[in-house]
């Protein structure tokens, strides 16, 4: 019983990790060819594998595991690549080792494959070959180990040689060359570090050349995705290329280890795989930043090119890779994952020991056995003594949309379009700049309008065509239910598109509002929201166009893309100027212009100048502002406001705005230190207008970070014949109630009084806004004034209120309050000086120093003076010293009582 245990949980093992299931496609575990080694495979989406021996056998496996042998070319001695399968025929290089007598370009075509052809080659090549077909004729490229790059064409009997072009001389390729997708360029990298891009004419043969010197060596396969070239070296760099580029715009990144077996992956998500000699897998994504790495082993090797796939119910990779041991000729295959969500690497999820390492050319492959979209593959690759080993997986790939040896199933070395055709989706979206919000269905139109995101022009057209829009459609950004998108090829279409009409909306004015809140809706927009393109979003992978542009192509993936778009917003502000005598309207039209270095992301409301006038005897006491917000309940936010002169509001969307305008009887001057701790002096300057008989002032103090402590003195204007209504006086912490009166009304505009007041702050606090709202949480100031001249009594006929911010009310080392640094203040500071917390004369009164934000003295002058705010150390110290020897004799000016140079 107890082997029997031991038994499953051996054959349990390697799949306890797993989130994939991994079955044997044959009854067997593998297939053994019986030749000297395989060379690599080929596979069909039939099930159907080809495996091409060292000595030039073709083997033929079906899916259930019969095979085929198909007898060799006796003038085949090594076979140095894996074949490549294009519309019924399988091409492949031989090279014979220490002479150049039977180096060989091979085809097998016709039924069973029967029927082969072949034409010498000059020198060794080392890669495979990169095929298409057009027309009836194959055209094959390669480069070889004397730096010269090759286009041989077979017209279905005979090859023929229409195009040579010369590299670098005696400098050998060995990465397999790149067909561009448009097939109008060869992409080559030589082994000393010259990168080519290599112009194809209308008829496929060699154009211009142009070169980027790189100094550093290459072996490996290349990778292609979304117009970039990524390549490892030999001296352990990961390069990003741009083929049409310079070597300015070259990109590179330094790897653990040097790279020569491997070749570098890009999967769907953009992420880029290299597989380095110190056996680490090394992550990046396409602008080359990392993100992770995991070693399989400190004496295992990759032995050549890996392969990755994906479930479509997961979000992370799975990366097949096939090791050598250091010192050994046994070989092992893992499963590795990459999870997109924690960035990291773990495994492996499933492994398997196989019979002898996997040769650097047998790079695995992959293919649908139904329909590509399902979680349903197969995976195979052939081993040093010929043994094919295949497998079931629930999930699908190859995993990304680029050329790449080993990850087109045919190997035919670009996107192919012979191949597995992906489609995959382009998504536009549409997004409002200051807050990011996706212009969407669900935030814009709860209301089923049809009016959201924006509408766009495209087709979809084969990389090689012209960009134009014949026979265009009209899309939707931001689409929802049925709304159509794009769909095209991955790797083989893209997306032409095109932005014209902007998008009007109504977010806040709807018929229920303007009935609500508007009352008289005259004048109130039917339109109140407007956006236009701006730009594509700078992120965007695979986007050709100008920039700021209108107008893009973007190449569809393997993934399907989300492409976002910004755009530019105008609001609707609507505004309604009421006075005692009735109102006017206005209607202001914000524009937000996004990425717009004079962009503010703010505008602002005047209340003191209104469209027609309201009057120097009227000031805006109070405001109602309605601005559309999606996150509220209702869909807007309301605020109040009292009585500001100016309010500044946030480009977020359409407005409603009521002002409300009171005759201008008085105004209270709250005068309130810039820094306070502790008891702070504060004035309050009461002025009323001509014929003035009564003043009251009411003030709250809702924080408790601030409190009222005394009245040091109410000075009362002696032209006047106004005196304090002592009966009504109602002082606490919390709160002040003053009313003065006169029996006869003031001749003139005029300050009644000046009140000098001590505050108390309960910890150290900055008191300095740009609006009146801002202080309005630590003082709520009310002020009532009644003219002789008003015939009635009402609480709206209110003083206006303003606040300033004084410095100079905070003079640092004034411990007497008496606004000025003096001798009293030097020896009650130095009765505490050397003292600490906890000591009999310590007080945090005299603990002086550090100060926050910053200190400056009154030095040079005056305005130079900026006293913070203490932070008490818990000791009195030479820089307490310090600072009240700097502060020592200054007085604040007597002129500054209203001084607003902060």
Request: glycine share 8%; net charge negative.
């Amino acid at each position: 019983m107890k082997k029997v245990l031991l038994l499953m949980f051996l054959i349990s093992g390697a799949l306890l990790f797993a989130s994939v299931s991994i079955t044997n496609l044959w009854v067997q575990e593998s297939i053994n060819l019986n030749e000297d080694g395989g060379a690599g495979i080929v596979m069909r989406n039939t099930g159907d594998i080809y495996a091409v021996t060292k000595g030039g056998y073709l083997w033929i496996i079906n899916k259930l595991g019969k095979t085929t042998k198909i007898g060799a070319n006796p003038q085949l001695k090594n076979i140095m690549s894996y074949p490549v399968y294009v519309n019924g025929a399988l091409f492949y290089v031989s090279w014979e080792w220490g002479s150049n007598a039977d180096n060989k370009l091979v085809v097998r075509y016709g039924t069973g494959f029967s029927t082969s052809a072949s034409t010498d080659l000059t020198t060794g090549v080392y890669g495979a070959p990169v095929v298409f077909e057009t027309g009836g004729n194959y055209h094959i490229y390669f480069a070889d180990a004397n730096g010269m790059l090759y286009h041989y064409m077979f017209d279905g009997t005979n090859f023929s040689l229409p195009s040579t072009t010369t590299l670098n001389s005696g400098v050998s390729v060995k990465a397999p060359v790149i067909l561009s997708p448009s097939k109008d360029a060869i992409f080559v990298i030589d082994s000393n570090g010259t990168f080519y891009r290599v112009a194809l004419d209308g008829s496929y043969n060699f154009g211009t050349k142009s070169t980027i010197a790189i100094s550093d060596k290459f072996f490996t396969p290349m990778a292609y995705s979304e117009k970039y070239i990524y390549v490892a070296s030999v001296n352990g760099k990961l390069y990003k290329i741009p083929p049409a580029g310079t070597a300015g715009e070259v990109k590179s990144v330094d790897l653990k280890s040097s790279v020569t077996t491997s070749g570098v992956l890009v999967d769907g998500n953009g992420y880029v795989y290299v597989f380095n000699d110190g056996g680490y897998i090394e992550v990046f994504d396409r602008d080359l930043t990392y993100y992770a790495s995991y070693n399989v082993g400190s004496n295992m090797r990759f032995s050549t090119t890996p392969l990755i796939f994906k479930k479509s119910t997961e979000n992370r990779a799975y990366i097949l890779v096939l090791l050598v041991s250091v010192g050994s000729t046994e070989g092992k295959a893992q499963i590795y994952t990459f999870d997109y969500d924690t960035k990291e690497i773990s495994g492996p999820v499933w492994e398997k020991d196989l019979k002898a390492a996997v040769p650097i050319q047998s790079a695995p492959a992959i293919v649908a056995e139904a329909g590509i979209s399902e979680d349903r593959y197969i995976f195979a690759f052939v081993d040093n003594k010929g043994n094919v080993y295949a497998y079931r997986v629930d999930a699908r790939g190859p995993y990304g949309d680029w050329a790449m040896a080993g990850q087109n199933a045919y190997r035919t070395g670009f996107i192919d379009d012979e191949a597995i055709t992906f489609y995959s989706y382009i998504t536009i979206k549409a997004y409002e700049g200051i807050n990011g919000r996706e212009i969407s269905k669900t935030i814009y139109d709860p209301n089923d309008s049809g009016k959201y995101g924006l509408l766009y022009d495209a087709t979809v057209l084969a990389l090689g065509d012209a960009t134009t829009l014949s026979g265009y459609i009209e899309y939707k950004t931001n689409p929802y239910g049925s709304d159509a998108i794009p769909s095209g090829r991955a790797g083989l279409d893209k997306l032409f598109l095109k932005f014209s009409s902007p998008t009007a909306l109504t977010l806040l004015f709807s018929s229920n509002f303007v009935f609500d809140k508007v009352g008289n809706g005259i004048g109130a927009p039917t339109i109140d929201a407007t956006f236009a393109f701006n730009s594509f979003d700078s992120a965007t992978v695979g986007l050709e166009g100008p920039n700021g542009s209108n107008e893009a192509t973007i190449t569809f993936g393997y993934n399907d893309k989300v492409v976002k778009v910004w755009t530019d917003a105008t609001y609707a502000v609507f505004i309604k100027y009421k006075t005692p005598d009735g109102y006017a309207t206005e209607l202001k039209n914000i524009l937000y212009k996004y990425n717009d270095p004079n962009e503010t992301g703010t505008f602002e409301i005047d209340a003191t100048n209104p469209p027609t006038s309201v009057g120097d005897d009227l000031f805006p006491y109070k405001w109602f502002v309605y601005q559309w917000d999606p996150d509220e309940v209702q869909g807007y936010k309301s605020e109040v406001y009292g009585a500001e002169d100016k309010i500044t509001l946030n480009k977020t969307g359409p407005a409603y705005i009521e002002i409300y305008y009171t005759p201008l009887t008085g105004t209270v001057t709250f005068v309130t230190p810039r820094y306070g701790y502790r008891s702070t002096k504060a004035y309050i300057l009461l002025d009323a207008a001509t014929d003035a008989v009564l003043f009251n002032l009411n003030i709250t103090f809702p924080s408790s970070v601030v409190k009222f402590s005394t009245i040091v003195n109410i000075e009362i204007n002696p032209n006047i014949n106004f005196s304090e209504v002592e009966v009504l006086r109602d002082i606490s912490s919390d709160n002040i109630d003053i009313t003065l009166d006169s029996g006869n009304p003031i001749s003139g505009s005029t300050r009644v009084a000046t009140i000098t007041a001590e505050l108390d702050f309960t910890e150290p606090k900055e008191i300095y806004f740009l609006t009146n709202t801002g202080y309005t949480q630590y003082f709520d100031v009310s002020g009532f004034v009644q003219l002789k001249t008003i015939s009635n009594v009402s609480t709206e006929i209110i003083t206006k209120t303003r606040f300033i911010s004084n410095k100079f009310l905070s003079i640092v080392g004034d411990f007497d309050l008496d606004g000025d640094v003096d001798v009293n203040d030097y020896n009650a500071f130095m009765l505490a000086l050397g003292t600490s917390e906890g000591s009999p004369n310590y007080s945090e009164i005299y603990d002086i120093y550090p100060r926050a934000p910053t200190f400056n003295g009154p030095y040079p002058t005056d305005d130079d003076y900026d006293p913070g705010v203490a932070d008490p150390d818990g000791k009195i110290d030479a820089f307490d010293l310090a600072v009240m020897l700097m502060m020592f004799g200054w007085t604040a000016p007597s002129t500054a009582l209203e001084y607003t140079g902060n």
